[in-house]
C-alpha cells in the first residue's frame, strides 16, 4: 500500500467515529488512475471546501469539536503531503523529548501512531524528573484551534518568513499552508483536529519549537501540547519558561496561564487511581457485592475527580477473560447505565462491553437500555456534544432498540452530519419515526456539496435515504463520479463485534485474538488460536462460517474497480 493511500484510508476520518464509518473506500477511488483524474481536474464552486463538524464529549461539560474535511480537499492535502512525507517525518521526529512523535505504520488502525503509549506516560514523567528539585509544567493555549495555518509553511520551510518568499507556490511549506487553509473556507486560523495528517503537521511545528528552547541541563518532556521541564532550581524553570514562550511567540502560540505553574519535586507521576480501580477489579466479578463495591470506589473517585475519564477506565477494566454471571451483570448494567449518564464521553467504551457480554451470551436487559439510549439523546441538549449520541445510536441500530418520537425530534434538530446519517439509516429499518427524517431532510436541502454537511447530503443519496437530494449530487462532478462507482463511508451493514472491535472498545489483546482468527486462510487453526481461553472461545464460535464471509463482503464493499486488493482492507476492516 502506497504512502498516500495509507494516509486516506487510515488517516483519513477520526478514530471516534463509530465503526460503521470508514475511508477504505474512497482510499480505492482516489489511488484509482480514473477515480485520480476526477479528483485533480476538480474545481469547488468557491475555490475552497469545509469540513464536517463531530462533537466529541469529553468529562465534564467539556467537548472537543472534531473535523471531516471533503473528500477533495483531504485527498489534495495527503497527496502533497505523500509526496514529501521522508521530509515531513524526519521534521515531525527532531524533537528531543517529544514522547507523541508521529511513527508511521502499516497494516494498523491508523496511518500514524505516537512513538510512546499512553499507558506508558508516568513511567515516562518518572524518568525525566530524575535528579531535579523542580518542576515547570505548561499547556500550550487551544493549540490545534489557535494553530496558524501559515506556521506549518513557517516550520517546514523557514524562508517562508521572508516576504520575498511568500508566493513562491514550489515551497512545500507553501502548498501546505493553501492546502489546509482550503479545506477549512480560507480560514487561516486553526487546523482541523481528527485527521493523522494534522497530527503530522502540528507535531511538526512544536517539534521545531522544541529545538529551539534553551534547556541547558534540564530535563524536558513533551506530550502533544502539554510541556514538563525538570530543574534544579526555580530561577532555572523561569528562565526556560521564558524561552518557551519566545519560541511560541515566533509562531503565533500561547501558553495556558492556568495551567502554568512551577512547584517542587518530588511530585507523583502519575494520578493513581488507575492503579485503585485495576486492583478493584481483579474481584469484581467474583459476587454481585463485589461489583457494587467496584463501581462504589469508581462513582466515589469520579465525584472527586469530574474532569477525568475516571468511569470510562473504570469500564474498559471490566473486559476481562471470564463470563459474568446473571445476578453479577444486573449490576454491571446498572452501573454502567449510571456511568454513561454521568460521565460524557463513556458511550463508546460501555456500549462495547454490553456488546461484548451479548456475543458471549450474556442476555442485557434491552428495557434498560432502550431507557439509557433515550436519555443519552435528550441529554445532548445540555452537553452539545456528537459523540455519545452517535454511539447510542449505533448501539440501537445493532440491538434493533427503537427511539422515541421525542428522541427523534431531538435527532432532527441537531444538524450533525454524522448523527443525521445513522438517523436516517435507523428510520430506513423502521427505529425512528418520520418526523425525524423530514427533519433531517429540511436542513439538508439547504446546505451545499462543498459546505459543511457535503457527508450527510452525499450519503443521505447513496443509501436512498433520502431520493430527494439526488439532484445536489449528480450536479457536482466529484460526488457524481463517487456515487457512480459506488463509494461510500458509511456500511448500513456491520458485523455485531464492529461495536467490539475498534479503537475505542476492546482492549488490544481481545482485537488481536479476533484480527488473527478473521484474516487465517487456515479454518483448522480456530481452535488454537482461542485454546485455554474461554471467553474467546466462546467469541470464536460460529467464526469459521463468519471469515471467509466477511472477506467477501469486503471485497464487495471495497468495489475495487479492477486495483488490487488493499493490504489493509481484511486485516482491519472496522477501523
Known amino acids: 500500500m502506497t504512502i498516500y493511500k495509507n494516509l486516506l484510508a487510515r488517516g483519513y476520518l477520526p478514530k471516534e467515529l463509530p465503526p460503521s464509518f470508514f475511508s477504505d473506500h474512497f482510499a480505492a477511488y482516489a489511488t484509482s488512475k480514473a477515480g485520480r483524474a476526477v479528483l485533480q481536474s476538480y474545481k469547488p464552486a468557491d475555490n475552497f471546501t469545509e469540513c464536517v463538524s463531530y462533537r466529541l464529549a469529553l468529562p465534564g461539560l467539556n467537548h472537543r469539536l472534531l473535523r471531516i474535511p471533503h473528500p477533495f480537499s483531504y485527498s489534495k492535502l495527503a497527496r502533497i503531503t505523500a509526496k514529501n512525507f521522508r521530509r515531513l517525518l524526519q521534521k515531525a521526529g527532531k524533537s528531543p523529548f517529544s514522547k507523541s512523535r508521529p511513527v508511521y505504520q502499516v497494516r494498523q488502525r491508523r496511518a500514524l501512531r505516537t512513538l510512546v503509549k499512553p499507558s506508558n506516560l508516568a513511567r515516562e514523567r518518572a524518568l525525566s524528573r530524575g535528579g531535579s528539585s523542580h518542576l515547570l509544567k505548561v499547556d500550550v493555549s487551544q493549540f490545534y484551534p489557535s ?14 518568513r521572508e516576504r520575498a518568499n511568500w508566493s513562491k507556490k514550489s515551497l512545500v511549506g507553501k502548498q501546505l499552508d493553501q492546502a489546509l487553509m482550503d479545506l477549512q473556507g480560507k480560514v487561516s486560523q486553526g487546523i482541523p483536529i481528527g485527521t493523522d495528517l494534522s497530527f503530522l503537521l502540528a507535531e511538526t511545528v512544536l517539534s521545531q519549537v522544541d529545538r529551539s528552547i534553551d534547556i541547558g541541563k534540564s530535563r524536558a518532556y513533551r506530550w502533544f501540547d502539554d510541556y514538563e521541564f525538570a530543574c534544579d532550581t526555580r530561577e532555572e524553570a523561569e528562565r526556560i519558561l521564558s524561552s518557551l514562550q519566545r519560541e511560541l511567540d515566533s509562531y503565533r502560540l500561547r501558553l495556558n496561564p492556568k495551567k502554568t505553574q512551577i512547584i517542587q519535586l518530588p511530585q507523583p507521576a502519575s494520578d493513581g487511581w488507575h492503579d485503585v480501580i485495576i486492583d478493584a477489579s481483579k474481584s469484581a466479578f467474583s459476587r454481585p457485592h463485589a461489583m457494587v463495591k467496584y463501581f462504589d470506589i469508581a462513582f466515589s473517585l469520579a465525584l472527586k475527580h469530574p474532569e477525568l475519564p475516571i468511569l470510562l477506565y473504570a469500564i474498559g477494566a471490566l473486559f476481562q477473560n471470564q ?46 437500555w432502550s431507557h439509557t439510549t433515550e436519555q443519552i439523546i435528550q441529554r445532548h441538549e445540555r452537553s452539545g456534544a456528537s459523540s455519545d449520541v452517535a ?24 444538524n450533525d452530519d454524522v448523527i443525521s446519517i445513522q438517523s436516517l439509516h435507523a428510520n430506513s429499518l423502521g427505529l425512528v419515526d418520520n418526523i425525524c427524517k423530514s427533519g433531517i431532510e429540511k436542513f439538508l436541502a439547504n446546505s451545499e456539496m462543498d459546505g459543511n454537511h457535503w457527508l450527510a447530503i452525499y450519503e443521505s443519496v447513496r443509501h436512498g435515504f433520502l431520493p430527494s437530494l439526488t439532484p445536489k449530487v449528480t450536479s457536482n462532478t466529484l460526488m457524481n463520479d463517487m456515487l457512480g462507482k459506488g463509494v461510500t463511508f458509511y456500511r448500513p451493514s456491520t458485523p455485531s463485534y464492529s461495536l467490539v472491535i475498534h479503537s475505542g472498545g476492546a482492549p488490544d489483546w481481545i482485537t488481536q485474538k479476533w484480527i488473527n482468527a478473521i484474516t487465517t486462510t487456515s479454518p483448522e487453526k480456530f481452535e488454537e488460536i482461542f485454546a485455554g481461553n474461554s471467553m474467546l472461545a466462546l467469541l470464536g464460535q460460529g467464526l469459521k462460517n463468519i471469515a471467509h464471509h466477511e472477506k467477501n463482503e469486503i471485497e464487495i464493499l471495497l468495489d475495487l474497480m479492477g486495483i488490487e486488493e488493499p493490504e489493509t482492507a481484511v486485516f482491519e476492516p472496522y477501523a
Open 147 to 160: 494553530l496558524y495555518t501559515h506556521a506549518v509553511g513557517w516550520a517546514v520551510d523557514p524562508k517562508l
Open 323 to 368: 463470563k459474568p454471571w446473571d445476578s453479577i451483570l444486573r449490576v454491571a448494567e446498572s452501573c454502567i447505565s449510571q456511568a454513561l449518564l454521568q460521565e460524557p464521553g463513556c458511550a463508546q467504551k460501555g456500549l462495547s462491553l454490553l456488546q461484548f457480554w451479548q456475543i458471549n451470551g450474556c442476555p442485557i436487559d434491552r428495557n434498560l
Open 391 to 414: 454511539w447510542a445510536l449505533a448501539f440501537c441500530i445493532a440491538q434493533t432498540l427503537p427511539v422515541s418520537k421525542k428522541a427523534g425530534r431531538i435527532l432532527a434538530s441537531l
